[in-house]
Protein backbone atom coordinates (compact mmCIF):
# COMPACT_ATOMS: atom_id res chain seq x y z
CA UNK A 1 0.00 0.00 0.00
CA UNK A 2 1.29 3.52 -0.58
CA UNK A 3 -2.10 5.99 0.34
CA UNK A 4 0.48 7.73 2.54
CA UNK A 5 3.43 8.06 0.33
CA UNK A 6 5.50 11.30 0.72
CA UNK A 7 3.70 12.30 3.83
CA UNK A 8 5.45 12.46 6.93
CA UNK A 9 3.60 10.83 10.01
CA UNK A 10 4.59 11.75 13.92
CA UNK A 11 3.43 9.33 16.38
CA UNK A 12 4.50 10.11 20.58
CA UNK A 13 4.88 7.03 22.59
CA UNK A 14 6.05 4.63 19.67
CA UNK A 15 8.48 3.02 21.49
CA UNK A 16 5.75 0.13 21.96
CA UNK A 17 2.29 -1.18 22.24
CA UNK A 18 -0.04 1.18 20.52
CA UNK A 19 2.55 3.87 19.58
CA UNK A 20 4.61 0.56 17.90
CA UNK A 21 1.55 -0.63 15.95
CA UNK A 22 0.50 2.97 14.61
CA UNK A 23 3.94 3.61 13.30
CA UNK A 24 4.22 0.09 11.66
CA UNK A 25 0.72 0.64 10.42
CA UNK A 26 1.92 4.28 8.91
CA UNK A 27 4.80 3.21 7.68
CA UNK A 28 3.12 0.02 5.68
CA UNK A 29 0.60 2.30 4.35
CA UNK A 30 3.97 4.45 2.67
CA UNK A 31 4.58 7.02 5.22
CA UNK A 32 8.10 8.29 6.63
CA UNK A 33 7.34 7.59 10.08
CA UNK A 34 8.85 10.24 12.73
CA UNK A 35 9.18 7.80 16.26
CA UNK A 36 9.10 9.98 19.14
CA UNK A 37 9.54 8.27 22.69
CA UNK A 38 10.82 8.97 26.19
CA UNK A 39 12.76 5.65 26.12
CA UNK A 40 15.34 5.35 23.29
CA UNK A 41 15.69 1.44 23.65
CA UNK A 42 12.16 0.82 22.54
CA UNK A 43 12.23 3.57 20.27
CA UNK A 44 14.71 2.63 18.40
CA UNK A 45 13.60 -0.89 18.18
CA UNK A 46 10.15 0.42 16.44
CA UNK A 47 12.75 2.12 13.96
CA UNK A 48 14.74 -0.92 12.96
CA UNK A 49 11.33 -3.06 12.85
CA UNK A 50 10.06 -0.40 9.97
CA UNK A 51 13.26 -0.06 8.41
CA UNK A 52 13.59 -4.14 8.22
CA UNK A 53 10.73 -4.10 6.50
CA UNK A 54 11.34 -1.86 3.58
CA UNK A 55 9.68 1.65 5.27
CA UNK A 56 11.24 5.10 6.36
CA UNK A 57 11.66 5.96 10.02
CA UNK A 58 13.71 7.89 12.34
CA UNK A 59 13.96 8.41 15.90
CA UNK A 60 13.64 11.54 18.63
CA UNK A 61 13.93 11.51 22.09
CA UNK A 62 10.70 12.83 23.63
CA UNK A 63 9.36 13.67 27.18
CA UNK A 64 5.82 14.71 26.74
CA UNK A 65 6.15 16.00 30.34
CA UNK A 66 8.05 18.73 29.69
CA UNK A 67 6.16 21.48 27.18
CA UNK A 68 9.55 23.09 26.36
CA UNK A 69 11.25 20.07 25.67
CA UNK A 70 8.13 19.03 23.13
CA UNK A 71 7.99 22.63 21.24
CA UNK A 72 11.73 22.50 20.73
CA UNK A 73 11.55 18.89 19.07
CA UNK A 74 8.43 19.07 16.95
CA UNK A 75 9.65 22.37 15.40
CA UNK A 76 12.74 20.83 14.94
CA UNK A 77 11.13 17.97 12.62
CA UNK A 78 9.47 20.11 11.08
CA UNK A 79 12.38 22.32 10.03
CA UNK A 80 14.14 19.41 9.10
CA UNK A 81 11.43 16.98 7.46
CA UNK A 82 9.69 20.21 5.63
CA UNK A 83 6.10 19.15 6.78
CA UNK A 84 4.22 17.19 9.73
CA UNK A 85 1.41 15.84 7.62
CA UNK A 86 -0.14 13.38 10.47
CA UNK A 87 0.21 13.38 14.34
CA UNK A 88 -0.74 11.00 16.44
CA UNK A 89 -0.32 11.76 19.96
CA UNK A 90 -0.44 8.52 22.03
CA UNK A 91 1.85 8.72 24.87
CA UNK A 92 0.89 8.51 27.82
CA UNK A 93 0.79 6.57 31.74
CA UNK A 94 -2.10 4.47 33.97
CA UNK A 95 -1.26 6.10 36.67
CA UNK A 96 -1.76 5.19 39.84
CA UNK A 97 -5.10 3.27 40.61
CA UNK A 98 -6.32 4.56 44.19
CA UNK A 99 -9.33 5.58 45.83
CA UNK A 100 -9.85 9.47 45.56
CA UNK A 101 -9.59 9.94 49.41
CA UNK A 102 -6.17 7.78 48.93
CA UNK A 103 -4.71 9.43 46.26
CA UNK A 104 -1.83 11.51 46.10
CA UNK A 105 -1.52 14.69 44.80
CA UNK A 106 1.68 14.13 43.10
CA UNK A 107 0.53 11.44 41.73
CA UNK A 108 -2.84 13.14 40.11
CA UNK A 109 -1.02 15.90 38.82
CA UNK A 110 1.96 13.42 37.33
CA UNK A 111 -0.80 11.78 35.28
CA UNK A 112 -2.61 14.49 34.17
CA UNK A 113 0.77 16.37 33.44
CA UNK A 114 0.89 13.69 30.80
CA UNK A 115 -2.04 12.70 29.71
CA UNK A 116 -3.86 15.76 28.99
CA UNK A 117 -1.16 18.73 29.05
CA UNK A 118 1.26 16.60 27.00
CA UNK A 119 -0.77 16.27 24.55
CA UNK A 120 -2.30 19.66 24.70
CA UNK A 121 1.32 20.96 23.96
CA UNK A 122 1.56 18.05 21.27
CA UNK A 123 -1.16 19.43 19.77
CA UNK A 124 -0.31 23.06 20.05
CA UNK A 125 3.42 22.53 18.11
CA UNK A 126 1.64 20.43 15.45
CA UNK A 127 -0.95 22.75 14.63
CA UNK A 128 1.50 25.44 14.28
CA UNK A 129 3.22 23.35 11.83
CA UNK A 130 0.00 22.11 9.51
CA UNK A 131 -1.08 26.04 9.76
CA UNK A 132 2.16 26.72 7.70
CA UNK A 133 1.39 23.77 4.77
CA UNK A 134 -2.74 24.62 4.69
CA UNK A 135 -2.90 20.49 5.57
CA UNK A 136 -2.86 18.54 8.79
CA UNK A 137 -4.34 14.69 10.30
CA UNK A 138 -4.30 14.73 14.02
CA UNK A 139 -5.50 11.50 16.15
CA UNK A 140 -5.58 11.71 19.85
CA UNK A 141 -5.69 8.38 21.57
CA UNK A 142 -7.81 8.71 24.88
CA UNK A 143 -9.41 5.78 26.12
CA UNK A 144 -12.77 4.21 26.91
CA UNK A 145 -12.13 5.40 30.45
CA UNK A 146 -12.43 9.15 28.62
CA UNK A 147 -16.15 8.31 28.38
CA UNK A 148 -16.73 5.85 31.25
CA UNK A 149 -15.92 6.28 34.84
CA UNK A 150 -13.51 3.65 36.32
CA UNK A 151 -13.59 2.99 40.10
CA UNK A 152 -10.11 3.88 41.32
CA UNK A 153 -8.81 5.45 38.40
CA UNK A 154 -9.75 9.02 39.09
CA UNK A 155 -7.03 10.81 36.96
CA UNK A 156 -6.92 8.74 34.45
CA UNK A 157 -10.60 9.21 33.63
CA UNK A 158 -10.03 12.84 34.20
CA UNK A 159 -7.18 13.52 31.94
CA UNK A 160 -9.05 10.88 29.19
CA UNK A 161 -12.33 12.94 29.35
CA UNK A 162 -9.65 16.32 29.08
CA UNK A 163 -8.62 14.65 25.75
CA UNK A 164 -11.60 13.76 24.39
CA UNK A 165 -13.05 17.46 25.04
CA UNK A 166 -9.68 19.19 23.76
CA UNK A 167 -9.73 16.96 20.34
CA UNK A 168 -13.61 18.62 20.23
CA UNK A 169 -12.50 22.02 20.46
CA UNK A 170 -9.55 21.79 17.77
CA UNK A 171 -11.83 20.16 15.62
CA UNK A 172 -13.73 23.68 15.85
CA UNK A 173 -11.34 25.68 15.63
CA UNK A 174 -9.50 24.35 12.79
CA UNK A 175 -11.56 22.31 10.57
CA UNK A 176 -11.77 24.97 8.17
CA UNK A 177 -8.09 25.23 8.08
CA UNK A 178 -8.39 21.92 6.15
CA UNK A 179 -6.80 20.42 9.74
CA UNK A 180 -8.79 17.44 10.64
CA UNK A 181 -8.48 16.27 14.68
CA UNK A 182 -10.34 13.15 16.00
CA UNK A 183 -9.98 10.87 18.85
CA UNK A 184 -10.00 7.07 19.26
CA UNK A 185 -11.28 5.60 22.87
CA UNK A 186 -9.81 1.95 22.94
CA UNK A 187 -11.29 -0.54 25.40
CA UNK A 188 -8.51 -2.60 27.60
CA UNK A 189 -6.25 -3.50 24.96
CA UNK A 190 -3.34 -6.20 24.91
CA UNK A 191 -0.31 -3.68 25.95
CA UNK A 192 1.78 -3.34 29.17
CA UNK A 193 -0.43 -0.39 30.31
CA UNK A 194 -3.15 -2.71 31.50
CA UNK A 195 -0.37 -4.24 33.58
CA UNK A 196 -1.54 -2.06 36.42
CA UNK A 197 -5.25 -2.17 36.07
CA UNK A 198 -6.57 -4.12 38.58
CA UNK A 199 -7.47 -7.91 37.99
CA UNK A 200 -10.93 -7.88 38.72
CA UNK A 201 -11.45 -4.96 36.29
CA UNK A 202 -10.23 -7.01 33.70
CA UNK A 203 -12.33 -9.88 34.58
CA UNK A 204 -15.09 -7.98 34.33
CA UNK A 205 -14.50 -6.44 31.43
CA UNK A 206 -14.21 -9.82 29.53
CA UNK A 207 -16.94 -11.11 31.48
CA UNK A 208 -19.25 -8.38 30.52
CA UNK A 209 -17.32 -7.49 26.58
CA UNK A 210 -19.76 -8.38 23.80
CA UNK A 211 -17.08 -9.87 22.16
CA UNK A 212 -16.00 -11.68 24.99
CA UNK A 213 -12.15 -10.59 24.34
CA UNK A 214 -9.41 -7.76 25.06
CA UNK A 215 -8.05 -5.81 21.76
CA UNK A 216 -5.19 -6.08 20.04
CA UNK A 217 -2.79 -3.09 19.29
CA UNK A 218 -3.45 -3.50 15.25
CA UNK A 219 -7.17 -3.00 15.36
CA UNK A 220 -6.28 0.18 16.93
CA UNK A 221 -3.43 1.11 14.72
CA UNK A 222 -5.82 -0.04 11.42
CA UNK A 223 -8.94 2.13 12.50
CA UNK A 224 -6.20 5.77 13.31
CA UNK A 225 -4.73 4.79 9.98
CA UNK A 226 -7.98 5.48 8.60
CA UNK A 227 -9.04 8.57 10.68
CA UNK A 228 -6.06 10.20 8.68
CA UNK A 229 -7.01 8.80 5.08
CA UNK A 230 -8.97 10.38 2.67
CA UNK A 231 -11.84 7.99 3.12
CA UNK A 232 -12.31 9.61 6.52
CA UNK A 233 -12.65 13.20 4.70
CA UNK A 234 -15.73 14.36 6.44
CA UNK A 235 -15.40 13.07 10.26
CA UNK A 236 -13.99 15.57 12.24
CA UNK A 237 -14.04 15.86 15.87
CA UNK A 238 -15.26 12.21 16.42
CA UNK A 239 -14.65 9.96 19.20
CA UNK A 240 -14.13 6.57 17.84
CA UNK A 241 -14.20 3.76 20.22
CA UNK A 242 -12.56 0.31 19.84
CA UNK A 243 -14.04 -1.40 22.73
CA UNK A 244 -15.86 -4.43 21.06
CA UNK A 245 -18.73 -3.19 22.35
CA UNK A 246 -18.13 -2.47 25.97
CA UNK A 247 -19.35 1.23 25.72
CA UNK A 248 -22.32 -0.14 25.41
CA UNK A 249 -23.04 -2.48 27.88
Known amino acids: MSEFKNKIALVTGAGEGIGRATAVALSIRGAKVIVTDINQTTGKKTV ?8 KAVFYKLDVSKSEEIEKVILNIFEKEGSIDFAVNNAGIGGKFDGIHNLDIKDWSNTININLTGVFCCLQAQIQCMLKKGFGRIVNVASMAGIKGVGGGSAYCASKHGVIGLTKSAAIEYGGHNIRVNAVCPGFIETKLIEGVPKKILEFNTLVNPMKRIG ?4 VADTIAWLLCNESSFVNGTSM ?3 GGYGNV
Not at 216 to 219: L, M, Y
Request: charged share 35%; net charge negative.
Open 48 to 55: EEILSNGG
Open 216 to 219: NTKE
Open 241 to 243: CID
